[in-house]
Structure formats: C-alpha cells, structure tokens
C-alpha cells in the first residue's frame, strides 16, 4: 500500500516521502496515529510541497546553528571547583557543567547531551565539542580552576 508520511518515522522515511508499505501496518498504525495518509493520484503536489517546507525547515536550522557556531568559536569557558593539592578534582567537569557553563557565560543554551568530550578531572584546560546540528559541531574550551 502507497502512503504519505506526515511527519518523519524512523526506519521508513522523512516528511512528504510517497514509500510502500504493509497494507495493515498503514491501516492499523500509521493512518490512525496521524502519521501518515493513503497515497491517491492527486497526493503529488502535497508530497513535493511538504518536502520543500521540509528542506526549507532544514536549511533555516543549520543556517541558525553555522551562526551560533561562529559565535562559540574560540570561547574559553571557565570554571572552579574544589581539588586537592595535586591538582586532582574531587568532582569532575563534564557536559553537563560546560551546557551550564555555556548558557552562563555564553548566552547559548544548549542540550547537555549534545556536548561531547572526556570528563575533566583535573585543573587545567580542556576540550569539547559542541554539536549544534548534525553537519555542525564547533570545539569549545574549558578552563578548570581550583576554588579558594
């Protein structure tokens, strides 16, 4: 059975996609979950025009996501935390501390899981990287100090 998908579904295809599928899978799941719609003669134009909006959608995302790029490019975050004499962490900097660090000292807000990097556990400066979308990722660096 031919449908149209309304909205992306993994493993089958994207927004405005015409694809084959079980005839009881569209009529069982798909069509009543408002996924998708039964492909008719006249579903053409519909389908290239939710593609087009589909494409459009994505290129103002990365156009968005290239901008907050150059904007992170070359920051160098700080933080302190408390670590011993030897200059080890008694706690650690991960994602999470830089997603923090990032909206405080940045002004990006940014998901904890779309930061990337080995967890700092001890004073000195470090790299992540940040991926704002999936073609664009930009390296951010952090500075551990110790508290006083």
Same mark, same amino acid.
């Given at each position: 059975m031919k449908?149209?998908?309304?909205i992306d579904v993994d493993g089958l295809g994207r927004t405005g996609d015409v694809i084959d599928v079980a005839r009881g899978y569209a009529r069982n799941y798909l069509v009543p979950k408002g996924m998708a719609v *039964?492909?008719?003669?006249?579903?053409?134009?519909?389908?290239?025009?939710?593609q087009r909006k589909r494409i459009k959608q994505a290129t103002e995302e990365r156009t968005d996501a290239e901008a907050v790029a150059g904007q992170l490019t070359g920051t160098v975050l700080t933080a302190s935390m408390k670590a011993?004499? *030897?200059?080890?962490l008694y706690g650690s900097v991960g994602s999470a501390e830089v997603a923090k660090a990032l909206a405080e000292q940045a002004g990006v807000t940014v998901d904890r899981h779309l930061v990337e990097g080995e967890v700092a556990k001890e004073i000195g400066t470090h790299e992540f990287t940040v991926h704002l979308h999936p073609d664009v990722a930009v390296p951010v660096t952090i500075e551990v100090s110790a508290e006083d």
């Open positions: 449908i149209l998908l309304r *039964e492909a008719t003669d006249g579903i053409a134009a519909q389908s290239e025009a939710m011993s004499d *030897e200059g080890r």
